[in-house]
C-alpha cells in the first residue's frame, strides 16, 4: 500500500514539478492543500484545485485560515505598526506560520506519513515550514524535492513538458504569492541589485488617475468602517482598502532584507491594504498614546516583525508582545482621512475624542494655557541642572564638540 503525503500547494512551478516528482518517482499517493489566507478569489481557488487534479494528485482541499490568520497575527501586525526595515508588511513571512499549522492539522486527519512543500534552499520559507512541521508534527517526515535536487525554474519546466504538462509557461516567469496581507512578486529583476519590477509583473494595474479621498475608521485599533461603510468582520475591511488601492497602483515596492539563512534577499511587493492601513493606525496612535506608550510600542513592535519574519510564532515571548500590543489600543479609535493618487497616498488628518491635541491645554506655537512663563523658566532650569553640572566639571570645546 502506497504511504501518503500531503503538499502544500499553490499551483505554481515548484508545487506542481513536486506533484509529479512525488508520485512518479517516490511512488506516493499526493493529497495536495492550499493554505488560503485569503488572497484567492472563488474562481482562482477552483483552478488550482483543477491544476492539482489534472497533474494527478488523490485529492485536493482548500484549508482556509483567513480569519484565524487575522485574529492572531494580522491585527497585531497593525498595533504594532509592523514594516520590516520601515518598508515591508510581512505579506508572506507572516502566512507561512498559518498554511504550516494547517497541513499538519490536514495531515493528521488522512494519516499521511509525509509532508511536503516547494521551497527551494535559498530563501526563508523553507526555515518557516521545516520549523513549525518539526515542532507541531516530529513524528511526519519532511520531504522537499525542489531544495534537495537543486533544481532552476527551468529544470521544473522541462521536467514537466517531458510529462505532458501543459500550462502557459510564460506567467511562471515571476513567483506571485497571495494573501491577505498583500503579495509578493519574485522573478529576474529582484535576483539583481541594479533593477526593479517592471508594470506588467505586478497584479494589479492602474485604473484611476483622478484623486480620491478616503476614511478609515478604527475602534481600538481595529479597522471597522470603509468611508462610512460599517464591516462586522475586519477581514472584509480589509478587502475593500485594498481593491481601492489597487485601482491606483498603491503600495507597489521592492524589500531589501536579511534572510534567515544569513544572505540578502530582494522581493517586491504589492500592498495597497496594509501600507495604508498601517500608516493610517500609525497616524491615530500619534494622536491618542503618550510618548512612552508610543516609544515602547515601535521597540516591541519592531521585535514583533524580526521574531515573526524569522519562523519564531510558536515562541512564547510572541504571546507576552500581543498582550501589550492589545492593552495600547484602548483609545486608539476615531477615523483618519487619506488622498489616493496614482502610485501613492497621502495622510491628511484624524477625528477622533480621544485626540490629545484637543486637550485644551494649549496650541503648539501659539498659545499656552495651563502654565505661564515663570513655569517655563523654572523648568527649563531645572531640566537643564545635570548638563551644568558635567559641563562645569568636564568643559565643552564649541570647536570639536567635545
Given amino acids: 500500500m502506497s504511504k501518503k503525503v500531503v503538499l502544500a500547494f ?21 493529497y495536495s492543500a492550499i493554505g488560503n489566507t485569503g488572497g484567492f478569489s472563488d474562481e482562482e481557488l477552483r483552478g488550482i484545485e483543477d491544476g492539482a487534479r489534472e497533474l494527478g494528485v488523490e485529492d485536493h482541499v482548500n484549508l482556509d485560515v483567513t480569519d484565524l490568520y487575522y485574529r492572531n497575527c494580522i491585527r ?22 498559518f498554511q504550516a499549522m494547517a497541513i499538519v492539522d490536514y495531515a493528521r486527519k ?59 509557461w510564460t506567467k511562471m516567469t515571476y513567483s506571485i504569492n497571495k494573501g491577505l496581507w498583500g503579495t509578493s512578486v519574485g522573478g529576474k529583476e529582484t535576483l539583481t541589485t541594479d533593477q526593479n519590477l517592471p508594470e506588467e509583473a505586478y ?6 488617475e483622478k484623486p480620491e479621498e478616503m476614511v478609515l475608521t478604527f475602534e481600538k485599533g481595529e479597522l471597522t468602517a470603509v468611508n462610512g461603510e460599517k464591516y462586522a468582520n475586519p477581514v472584509e475591511a480589509i478587502r475593500k482598502v485594498e481593491a481601492l488601492g489597487n485601482a491606483f497602483a498603491i503600495g507597489r515596492d521592492t524589500h531589501v532584507g536579511d534572510t534567515i539563512i544569513g544572505i540578502k534577499g530582494r522581493v517586491g511587493f504589492e500592498a495597497a491594504g496594509p501600507l495604508m492601513i498601517i500608516k493610517a493606525h500609525h497616524l491615530l496612535e500619534k494622536h491618542t498614546l503618550t510618548k512612552w506608550q ?3 510600542k515601535e521597540q516591541l513592535g519592531n521585535w514583533y ?24 489600543q484602548a483609545n486608539v479609535s476615531g477615523e483618519v482621512i487619506l488622498k489616493l493618487h496614482p502610485y501613492r497616498f497621502e495622510l491628511v488628518g484624524i477625528r477622533s475624542k480621544h485626540d490629545l491635541m484637543n486637550s485644551g491645554f494649549g496650541d503648539y506655537g501659539e498659545m499656552n494655557k495651563e502654565w505661564n512663563a515663570d513655569d517655563v523658566k523654572g523648568f527649563t532650569k531645572l531640566m537643564g541642572n545635570y548638563l551644568k553640572i558635567f559641563n562645569k566639571v568636564n568643559g ?6 567635545v
Fill in 396 to 401: 565643552f570645546d564649541v570647536e570639536t564638540g
Fill in 10 to 30: 499553490s499551483g505554481g512551478l515548484d508545487t506542481s514539478f513536486c506533484v509529479k516528482y512525488l508520485k512518479e518517482e517516490k511512488g506516493l499517493e499526493v
Fill in 305 to 328: 516583525g524580526m521574531l515573526l519574519h524569522e519562523a519564531q510564532y510558536l515562541e512564547p515571548v510572541m504571546r507576552d508582545i500581543e498582550a501589550f500590543l492589545e492593552h495600547s
Fill in 110 to 168: 488522512i494519516g499521511a506519513q509525509y509532508i511536503a512543500h516547494g521551497s527551494t534552499g535559498a530563501g526563508n520559507d523553507q526555515i518557516r515550514f521545516d520549523l513549525t512541521f518539526q515542532i507541531l508534527a516530529p513524528e511526519i517526515e519532511i520531504l522537499t524535492p525542489t531544495r534537495d535536487l537543486t533544481l532552476s525554474r527551468e529544470d521544473e519546466i522541462e521536467y514537466l513538458k517531458k510529462r505532458g504538462v501543459k500550462k502557459d
Fill in 203 to 208: 497584479p494589479s494595474q492602474l485604473q484611476k
Fill in 76 to 97: 497585531y501586525m497593525v498595533y504594532g505598526n509592523v514594516l520590516k526595515n520601515n518598508t515591508y508588511p510581512l505579506s508572506v513571512s507572516s502566512e507561512r506560520i
Fill in 294 to 296: 508610543l516609544y515602547w
